[in-house]
């Protein structure tokens, strides 16, 4: 039997994942007026056919305007389920589960693509044009950058009705759970942090206040999707600048998400006031599994490691240690798709081949099988 907690299955109400390995979602900006185009079945193949449990789909803008930038993949009409279909398929022909991380970027909308700057899109640049963005108060998210429109009741209803149709467009394409994106600055992060909501009404204010916006998405999205699949929520933990979110605030939010049908609460941390994708800030390894670990103990909740989670035994020890109930593996991953199977074989699994499909696992067993052990003299 195996020994490793990495993998053993794990059930998320009625879905059963087979390991705790997950891909977290990685934005591509490859997508074409929100459209999956083949650079997304590439990258998902290599995945899917590397043994994790869970895969997420990148952050799909619910709003044409909620894209974070012209490349974003998304799901605000019908047109789009096709093409997500077709990433579903794949991952479910190699019995690995799948999700999708659905936003609304916000203020952090109309940029530029990391590898041009990630900068607000002006006029002209790069051959595409700008677009209006919204945001719970009328505050640049940096000196210079564009003001965008404080939301109106209106907006907000809207912004959370395009949550639940693109819930159902998420369902429609056969995905097997859903992660709504609560972090990073985008638009319902800044309607929690109070260093970007300064409304005075219903939606801004004390801590319930500003809890208000994330509620009311979670509450439509779980009334859409099915009470026996499970639901994600990404949190920024701490906003990691003076007068933003706590570790504390981030708790009682959790809780409030708990209530309301969230069953895993994914624990990544900053990006308020710049895209993480420019940071230049010395980092440690599994600098937020903190993060993961206290919203575990304070309020009940599986939680999903990420951030710098590179080695097998350091995922290992993260569940062994209670921290976390999943671990989510991001650039690693790109380095090595074939992670999962790796970690199979450092942890000394029973059948590390099993991870991957039969015509792999054939090929690499014989070859492990058929190898002869060099000597210590080399002979």
């Not at 900068?119 to 051959?127: R, T, V």
């Not at 972090?183 to 004390?206: C, E, T």
């Not at 903190?290 to 290992?316: C, F, H, N, W």
């Amino acid at each position: 039997m195996d020994k490793t907690k990495l993998f053993t299955k794990i059930k998320l109400r009625e879905l059963v994942l087979k390991n705790r390995v997950v891909v977290s979602p990685m934005c591509q900006y490859m997508a074409v007026d929100g459209h999956v185009q083949d650079w997304h079945l590439a990258h998902h193949s290599r995945f899917a056919l590397g043994g994790v449990g869970l895969a997420f789909v990148e952050a799909t803008g619910v709003t044409r305007n909620g894209r974070i930038t012209h490349g974003c993949t998304g799901i605000w009409n019908d047109q789009h389920i096709s093409g997500l279909r077709k990433i579903v398929d794949l991952y479910k022909s190699q019995n690995v589960a799948v999700g999708i991380q659905i936003g609304h970027a916000g203020r952090r909308a109309s940029a530029a693509r990391p590898w041009d700057g990630a900068q607000p899109i002006e006029n002209g640049e790069l051959d595409e044009a700008p677009w209006e963005c919204f945001a719970p108060s009328a505050i640049p998210e940096q000196h210079g950058h564009p003001t965008p429109r404080c939301m109106t009741t209106s907006d907000i209803q809207e912004t959370i009705d395009a949550f639940a149709l693109a819930t159902q467009r998420a369902l429609d394409a056969g995905f097997d759970t859903i992660e709504i994106h609560g972090a990073h600055g985008y638009l319902i992060h800044s309607f929690f942090s109070p260093i970007s909501n300064q409304r005075k009404d219903a939606y801004g204010g004390d801590l319930y206040k500003r809890m208000q916006f994330p509620l009311r998405v979670t509450e439509a999205v779980r009334e859409i999707w099915p009470k026996e699949m499970p639901l994600f929520y990404r949190v920024s933990a701490v906003d990691g600048v003076p007068g933003g979110i706590s570790i504390e605030d981030t708790a009682e939010l959790a809780k409030e998400l708990k209530s309301r049908g969230v069953d895993v609460i994914d624990c990544s941390s900053g990006g308020m006031t710049k895209p993480a994708t420019l940071s230049k800030e010395k980092l440690a390894r599994g600098y937020q599994v903190p993060y993961a670990d206290y919203i575990r103990s304070a309020v009940g909740i599986k939680t999903m490691a990420v951030g710098l989670i590179i080695e097998p035994q350091e995922a290992e020890d993260i569940l062994q240690n209670e921290q976390a109930d999943l671990v989510a593996i991001a650039r690693e991953m790109i380095s090595n798709p074939n992670w999962t199977y790796h970690a199979a074989l450092e942890l000394d699994t029973d059948n590390p081949h099993d991870v991957l499909p039969d015509s792999y696992a054939f090929h690499l067993a014989r070859r492990d099988h058929n190898l002869i052990a060099k000597s210590r003299s080399g002979n």
